[in-house]
Protein backbone atom coordinates (compact mmCIF):
# COMPACT_ATOMS: atom_id res chain seq x y z
CA UNK A 1 0.00 0.00 0.00
CA UNK A 2 1.33 3.45 -0.76
CA UNK A 3 1.88 5.91 1.64
CA UNK A 4 -0.88 8.57 1.56
CA UNK A 5 -1.46 11.87 2.66
CA UNK A 6 -4.18 14.62 3.06
CA UNK A 7 -4.04 17.86 1.41
CA UNK A 8 -7.08 20.20 2.48
CA UNK A 9 -7.84 22.25 -0.14
CA UNK A 10 -11.11 23.89 0.96
CA UNK A 11 -9.40 27.08 0.71
CA UNK A 12 -9.68 26.95 -2.99
CA UNK A 13 -12.70 28.89 -2.74
CA UNK A 14 -15.70 30.22 -5.16
CA UNK A 15 -13.25 33.08 -6.17
CA UNK A 16 -9.91 33.54 -6.83
CA UNK A 17 -7.85 33.98 -3.79
CA UNK A 18 -4.37 34.22 -2.97
CA UNK A 19 -4.26 30.78 -0.65
CA UNK A 20 -6.50 29.45 -4.07
CA UNK A 21 -3.37 30.32 -6.30
CA UNK A 22 -1.31 28.46 -3.77
CA UNK A 23 -2.86 25.49 -3.78
CA UNK A 24 -3.54 25.07 -7.72
CA UNK A 25 -0.15 25.24 -8.11
CA UNK A 26 1.17 23.50 -5.16
CA UNK A 27 -1.40 19.99 -6.02
CA UNK A 28 -0.55 19.04 -9.54
CA UNK A 29 3.20 20.18 -9.11
CA UNK A 30 3.22 16.75 -5.70
CA UNK A 31 0.77 14.78 -7.33
CA UNK A 32 3.20 14.33 -10.50
CA UNK A 33 6.57 14.71 -8.46
CA UNK A 34 5.76 11.97 -6.01
CA UNK A 35 4.18 9.25 -8.41
CA UNK A 36 4.45 6.76 -5.37
CA UNK A 37 2.34 8.51 -2.84
CA UNK A 38 -1.10 8.53 -2.92
CA UNK A 39 -2.81 11.99 -2.14
CA UNK A 40 -6.12 12.21 -1.07
CA UNK A 41 -7.20 15.97 -1.94
CA UNK A 42 -10.10 17.77 0.10
CA UNK A 43 -12.11 20.43 -1.71
CA UNK A 44 -15.26 22.65 -1.26
CA UNK A 45 -18.35 21.48 -3.95
CA UNK A 46 -17.94 24.56 -5.86
CA UNK A 47 -14.15 25.81 -6.31
CA UNK A 48 -13.90 28.40 -8.71
CA UNK A 49 -14.22 27.61 -12.14
CA UNK A 50 -10.96 29.52 -13.47
CA UNK A 51 -8.81 27.15 -11.51
CA UNK A 52 -10.11 24.35 -13.36
CA UNK A 53 -10.08 21.83 -10.23
CA UNK A 54 -11.99 20.22 -11.70
CA UNK A 55 -9.94 18.75 -14.61
CA UNK A 56 -6.76 17.36 -12.00
CA UNK A 57 -6.89 13.81 -12.53
CA UNK A 58 -3.59 11.07 -12.05
CA UNK A 59 -3.48 7.67 -10.75
CA UNK A 60 -2.36 8.83 -7.02
CA UNK A 61 -4.95 11.21 -6.31
CA UNK A 62 -8.61 10.66 -5.13
CA UNK A 63 -10.72 13.45 -4.69
CA UNK A 64 -13.05 13.95 -1.27
CA UNK A 65 -15.96 16.55 -1.75
CA UNK A 66 -16.86 18.58 2.10
CA UNK A 67 -19.18 21.55 2.91
CA UNK A 68 -17.54 21.30 6.35
CA UNK A 69 -16.16 25.60 6.43
CA UNK A 70 -12.95 26.27 6.69
CA UNK A 71 -11.94 28.20 10.06
CA UNK A 72 -15.20 25.95 11.50
CA UNK A 73 -14.64 24.32 14.90
CA UNK A 74 -16.09 21.09 13.16
CA UNK A 75 -13.16 20.72 10.83
CA UNK A 76 -11.35 19.84 14.54
CA UNK A 77 -13.33 16.69 14.62
CA UNK A 78 -13.85 16.27 10.75
CA UNK A 79 -10.60 16.18 9.61
CA UNK A 80 -8.45 13.89 12.09
CA UNK A 81 -11.57 11.48 11.81
CA UNK A 82 -11.53 11.83 7.46
CA UNK A 83 -7.43 10.92 7.88
CA UNK A 84 -8.06 8.00 10.67
CA UNK A 85 -10.96 6.64 8.01
CA UNK A 86 -8.05 7.08 5.40
CA UNK A 87 -4.90 6.01 6.79
CA UNK A 88 -3.07 8.71 6.12
CA UNK A 89 0.48 9.43 7.09
CA UNK A 90 0.41 13.58 6.84
CA UNK A 91 -2.13 16.45 6.99
CA UNK A 92 -1.25 19.27 4.76
CA UNK A 93 -3.49 22.71 6.00
CA UNK A 94 -3.22 25.56 3.93
CA UNK A 95 -3.84 28.27 6.62
CA UNK A 96 -3.16 28.80 10.32
CA UNK A 97 -6.14 27.32 11.73
CA UNK A 98 -5.20 23.81 11.62
CA UNK A 99 -7.17 21.04 14.07
CA UNK A 100 -5.19 21.72 17.48
CA UNK A 101 -5.51 18.02 18.83
CA UNK A 102 -4.35 15.98 15.53
CA UNK A 103 -3.20 12.94 16.87
CA UNK A 104 -3.19 10.39 14.08
CA UNK A 105 -0.11 11.82 11.48
CA UNK A 106 1.89 15.06 11.55
CA UNK A 107 0.53 17.96 10.11
CA UNK A 108 1.98 20.33 7.97
CA UNK A 109 0.28 24.00 8.32
CA UNK A 110 0.88 26.95 6.14
CA UNK A 111 0.99 30.37 7.50
CA UNK A 112 0.69 32.85 5.16
CA UNK A 113 1.10 35.76 6.89
CA UNK A 114 0.00 36.87 10.56
CA UNK A 115 -1.66 40.01 9.99
CA UNK A 116 -4.63 39.07 12.78
CA UNK A 117 -2.59 38.95 15.39
CA UNK A 118 0.00 41.91 13.70
CA UNK A 119 -2.91 44.41 13.26
CA UNK A 120 -6.05 43.27 14.95
CA UNK A 121 -7.10 46.98 14.59
CA UNK A 122 -8.11 45.93 11.19
CA UNK A 123 -10.15 43.39 12.11
CA UNK A 124 -12.29 44.77 14.75
CA UNK A 125 -15.59 44.22 13.04
CA UNK A 126 -14.82 40.27 13.51
CA UNK A 127 -16.92 39.08 16.17
CA UNK A 128 -15.38 37.92 19.63
CA UNK A 129 -15.86 34.66 19.22
CA UNK A 130 -13.97 34.64 15.67
CA UNK A 131 -11.21 36.92 17.46
CA UNK A 132 -10.91 34.54 19.76
CA UNK A 133 -10.72 31.17 17.80
CA UNK A 134 -8.16 33.11 15.42
CA UNK A 135 -5.99 33.73 18.49
CA UNK A 136 -6.25 30.20 19.82
Given at each position: ????????????????????????????????????????????????????????????????????????????????????????KLLH????????????????????????????????AKSV????????
Open positions: MKTAILLDARLILEKPTGIGQYLTALVPALVEAAPDIHFHLLRRPHPWPGYNVETWEAPNLTWHISDVPHMHPRQHVYLPALARRLNVYPHFDAPVYWRPAPVIATMYDVKYLAYPEFFAVKNVYMRF
